[in-house]
């Protein structure tokens, strides 16, 4: 279906709450048989009425209620026509936070999810609190972007210079915003801490079971030379502890 020239529309809709949107439909013959909105194919409201005019109040204007909004005439064929709820570009960090190990490429993502699409996506990295742009396909850097997403890949991180903020600001015909990602690098070795430890770890329970073990080792050897004499142990362990004298002196 196309804008039919018959049906005059409110104007577009930036900002507000409770904007009561509508579509009237003048020197039309056919009998109307209701009325319908839809937006990015889904049916809001529908009535059986007969009358040339139909709105519907849009609650708040924000991303999630920008759009492209149909007014439907049933009518045979139906006519409709279109209203636009448009924003600046809601932009949104995939992680607020990302970390990538030294040598590695570190990968920020940023999405916008209202309407209109972004026109223009741009990278900065804030230095001393100055954005600076980044250029896609200087040195390290690269951007994919496409409509409501944008990528920046960082190759061979850096410790040094690498880590920071970083800005996706996302340009539509109403104007710019962004959002701010944190980018961490850790070295190379401290991916290897855990791993480290739980060697360190490992090595130490051996040892200590080692030592334990050989330091075991001459009671045992005690304990068989008095044959059955086990249970006395508990008993008279004042005995036992004369005899294991009485042999280390020998
Ligand atoms: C819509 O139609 C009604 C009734 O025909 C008319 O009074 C009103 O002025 C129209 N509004 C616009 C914006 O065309
Ligand atoms: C972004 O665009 C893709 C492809 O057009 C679409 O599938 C997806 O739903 C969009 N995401 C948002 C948040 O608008
Ligand atoms: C960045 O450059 C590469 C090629 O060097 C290209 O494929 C890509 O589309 C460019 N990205 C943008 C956002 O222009
Ligand atoms: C980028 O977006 C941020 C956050 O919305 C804003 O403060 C900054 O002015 C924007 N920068 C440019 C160059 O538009």
């Not at 109040?57 to 279109?82: I, L, Q």
């Not at 040195?139 to 972007?145: A, G, H, L, V």
């Not at 079971?209 to 050897?221: H, M």
């Amino acid at each position: 279906m196309n804008t039919d020239p018959s049906i005059v529309t409110s104007t577009n809709v930036t900002s507000g709450s409770a904007v009561v949107i509508f579509c009237n439909i003048s020197e039309y013959q056919p009998p109307i048989q209701g009325h319908a909105w839809k937006k990015g194919g889904k049916i809001l409201t529908s009535d059986k009425e007969a009358s040339d005019f139909t709105s519907y109040t849009v609650e708040e204007v924000n991303a999630d209620s920008s759009g492209v909004y149909e007014c439907v005439f049933e009518t045979n064929p139906p006519v409709s026509s279109f209203v636009y709820v448009t924003v600046k570009p809601h932009v949104m960090a995939y992680k607020k936070s990302e970390h990538g190990n030294e040598g590695d490429t570190g990968v920020l993502v940023c999405k916008c999810n209202s309407y209109p699409p972004v026109n223009q996506w741009t990278w900065y990295k804030v230095n001393n609190g100055v954005s600076e742009p980044i250029v896609n396909g200087t040195d390290q850097f690269f951007i994919k972007s496409s409509g409501n997403k944008t990528e920046l890949r960082i190759a061979n991180l850096d410790m040094e210079k690498d880590p920071g903020d970083y800005l996706c600001n996302a340009t539509n015909e109403l104007g710019t915003s962004g959002a701010q990602v944190g980018l961490r690098v850790r070295s190379r070795l401290a991916a290897l801490w855990p791993f480290l430890g739980i060697v360190a770890e490992v090595l130490i329970l051996v040892t200590i079971i080692f030592i334990y073990e050989k330091r075991r080792k001459p009671d045992e050897v005690l304990d068989d030379d008095d044959g059955g004499s086990a249970p006395l142990k508990s008993n008279a362990p004042n005995h036992k502890d004369k005899n294991v004298r009485q042999r280390n002196a020998n």
